[in-house]
């Protein structure tokens, strides 16, 4: 039985986003192989611990551990000479000062996470994120234990649009931070190359993975669904769509928008906001067409891949494909707003366009992103291919 020591700091507890599904996919991968896990995330200001218990004992994971960033007094001069120097001595000799990677790490965290090191012995260590890379500095501490990251994004391309960039200095950190794992899990076909290509790392694709929908033979009462937080680029994406593309759709098509981002959304007689959406699966059943109006943003989008599991076509600019097989993926695919709306009316008035983009999106999320693929791809990660 392999002892897997994993890492994941947001709360997985209120599965609202994709990195949150990412990592409940992976538990319970670890679970049907039998993985024995320890799972460490961080404590949350909302947080409800007992939420971890039912999942415990829900068998994903056999203890977790709740960590802190920084303890308790901010603000105060104790504070600052006991515990935020330090953090700033230790940003300044760890990280370069030019790079936009944040600094996620405190020493308070690092030192918690040691404490687990030193307590038992792992065969693989799993760290989220490339920013949270340096857990791992203290090589004796892990035992010979297999190190992976799970990188989810491209760091370097999040964080471009920051001021004062640097494109070298930015992206030889995230490389350096990856040469510290043996291996490496890229999220898309172009990152895995990407990361191949500069790191000394086993880089191999994990793509996002979700389970294969029950068949729904649900009426259509949307005929467009967006779904989405109150993110930067989703405020902006709805915005564009609202000013640029909403004016030229016809005047009875229904459009539900959900999630936080319905807090940015003009009150429209055929528009229907869902601020939470107990289950994603009845909206996506109940609807014709997915939206993805993204205009900046890295990896793939969770939403897309959600709608290809419903066999929904997708109309989204080429930020919304990002991650996915580049032809016959089911996404109809334009950045300029009138082709926009010329592609969503050409789907809710074709029939046989309508059902080509269908079959294709259903193809997709099988060949590529569901959950039985990916586990495969998880078995040769950890050596248990037949």
């Known amino acids: 039985m392999k002892k897997i020591l994993?890492?994941?700091?947001?709360?997985?507890?209120?599965?609202?986003?994709?990195?949150?599904?990412?990592?409940?996919?992976?538990?319970?991968?670890?679970?049907?192989?039998?993985?024995?896990?320890?799972?460490?995330?961080?404590?949350?200001?909302?947080?409800?611990?007992?939420?971890?218990?039912?999942?415990?004992?829900?068998?994903?994971?056999?203890?977790?551990?709740?960590?802190?960033?920084?303890?308790?007094?901010?603000?105060?001069?104790?504070?600052?000479?006991?515990?935020k120097l330090?953090?700033?001595?230790?940003?300044?000799?760890?990280?370069?000062?030019r790079s936009k990677i944040p600094t996620y790490l405190t020493l308070k965290l690092k030192m918690g996470f040691s404490e687990l090191l030193k307590a038992d012995k792992y065969?693989?260590?799993?760290?989220?994120?490339?920013?949270?890379?340096?857990?791992?500095?203290?090589?004796?501490?892990?035992?010979?234990?297999?190190?992976?990251?799970?990188?989810?994004?491209?760091?370097?391309?999040?964080?471009?649009?920051?001021?004062?960039?640097?494109?070298?200095?930015?992206?030889?950190?995230?490389?350096?931070?990856?040469?510290?794992?043996?291996?490496?899990?890229?999220?898309?076909?172009?990152?895995?190359?990407?990361?191949?290509?500069?790191?000394?790392?086993?880089?191999?694709?994990?793509?996002?993975?979700?389970?294969?929908?029950?068949?729904?033979?649900?009426?259509?009462?949307?005929?467009?669904?967006?779904?989405g937080n109150d993110n930067v680029h989703n405020v902006s994406s709805v915005k564009w769509f609202f000013d640029k593309v909403y004016p030229q759709l016809p005047a009875d098509v229904n459009i539900c928008m959900a999630g936080k981002v319905v807090n940015y959304v003009p009150d429209l007689q055929n528009v229907t906001k869902i601020a939470f959406a107990q289950d994603l699966g009845e909206l996506y059943n109940a609807s014709k067409i997915a939206l993805c109006p993204m205009l900046q943003g890295t990896g793939i989008k969770v939403k897309v891949v959600e709608a290809l599991a419903h066999a929904l076509p997708v109309v989204c600019t080429t930020r919304g494909v990002d991650g996915l097989p580049k032809h016959h993926n089911g996404c109809l695919v334009s950045d300029d707003a009138d082709k926009f709306a010329a592609n969503?009316?050409?789907?809710?008035?074709?029939?046989t366009l309508y059902a080509e983009q269908s079959r294709l999106a259903e193809a997709t999320f099988k060949h590529t992103f569901d959950k039985k693929v990916v586990f495969k791809l998880l078995d040769e990660a950890f050596g248990l291919a037949q």
Do not use: C
């Open 6 to 83: 994993y890492f994941f700091p947001d709360d997985i507890t209120r599965p609202d986003a994709g990195n949150k599904t990412r990592a409940i996919n992976l538990l319970h991968y670890f679970k049907e192989r039998g993985f024995k896990v320890d799972f460490v995330s961080l404590v949350q200001n909302n947080g409800e611990p007992e939420r971890y218990v039912q999942l415990q004992k829900d068998r994903l994971f056999k203890n977790f551990h709740l960590l802190e960033r920084k303890p308790k007094g901010k603000g105060s001069l104790f504070y600052f000479l006991q515990y």
């Open 86 to 97: 330090w953090d700033l001595f230790y940003y300044w000799f760890t990280y370069p000062s």
């Open 123 to 227: 065969d693989h260590v799993i760290i989220s994120y490339a920013h949270s890379a340096d857990l791992i500095s203290d090589k004796a501490l892990l035992k010979n234990a297999h190190t992976i990251l799970d990188t989810h994004d491209f760091l370097t391309a999040q964080f471009k649009d920051k001021p004062g960039f640097q494109l070298g200095i930015t992206f030889q950190d995230e490389i350096n931070r990856l040469d510290k794992f043996d291996e490496v899990w890229a999220i898309s076909p172009e990152e895995q190359y990407i990361f191949a290509q500069f790191s000394k790392a086993d880089v191999k694709l994990v793509p996002m993975m979700l389970d294969g929908p029950a068949t729904s033979g649900a009426a259509k009462k949307y005929d467009l669904v967006y779904v």
């Open 344 to 351: 969503i009316t050409s789907l809710l008035t074709n029939g």
